[in-house]
């Protein structure tokens, strides 16, 4: 079985410890280093070539934030993903960090199960945001948007219409298979779709893909 390797990026050495444990307790993950600085971080996501990143907010020398934008921007770093943690369910920096390129994230009191899943999902390039998260931050982004380009390059004007049905469900934050049930097709023809919105749009994952949705008005929040 091949393994997702898994980097921890967290200064906080007795919760990095916990994580440790706990991942390499899942016969499908492998914690393949630790960063205490979101420096560390970008480096090691080179040299441990990591799966995903679980990247802690606030971190000394270079935030969780500014690492995940380094990471996300580097070519040679296309395949990585990062999984933001955060002491805060909603916090106004997870707004910066989804413009940053991160794939979701995850409340640090967050159940054990629930933690191994996520790094699953974000590995797949699933987003991970709830509806009631996902409606509440791109609400506030809409309203301050961070300082400097769009993450996402491109319009939706080049999406089919079945495309753009599909990118405004998962905005909303349904699954592949919810998605499939309410438009009759199968969850493959639905990830298909989905795959050639980003490739169309230059979104690196469907987190990307949510930010881009309510950019540009095709899904509002409320």
Do not use: C, W
């Amino acid at each position: 079985m091949t393994r997702i390797r898994v980097l921890l990026a967290d200064d906080q050495k007795l919760i990095v410890a916990g994580f440790r444990v706990l991942i390499d307790s899942a016969p499908d993950l492998a914690v393949v280093g630790e960063a205490a600085t979101g420096r560390e971080a970008v480096e090691m996501a080179r040299t441990a070539r990591a799966d995903v990143v679980l990247m802690d907010i606030r971190m000394p020398d270079l935030d969780g934030i500014e690492a995940t934008r380094l990471i996300t921007a580097d070519p040679d770093l296309s395949d990585v993903k990062v999984l933001i943690l955060t002491t805060f369910e909603i916090d106004e920096t997870i707004l910066h960090a989804l413009h940053a390129g991160a794939g979701g994230f995850l409340s640090k009191g967050v159940e054990p199960a629930d933690l191994l899943d996520g790094i699953r999902r974000v590995a797949r390039g699933d987003s991970l945001l709830s509806p009631r998260a996902t409606r509440t931050l791109i609400s506030r982004f809409r309203q301050e948007p961070p300082p400097g380009p769009a993450p996402v390059p491109g319009t939706l004007g080049g999406l089919t219409p079945r495309e753009t049905e599909i990118v405004a469900l998962v905005a909303v934050g349904l699954a592949n298979d919810a998605i499939a049930q309410r438009l009759y097709v199968s969850p493959l023809t639905v990830k298909t779709h989905i795959n050639n919105a980003m490739g169309k749009l230059g979104a690196r994952d469907r987190a990307q893909l949510v930010v881009l949705a309510y950019q540009s008005g095709l899904v509002r929040p409320g």
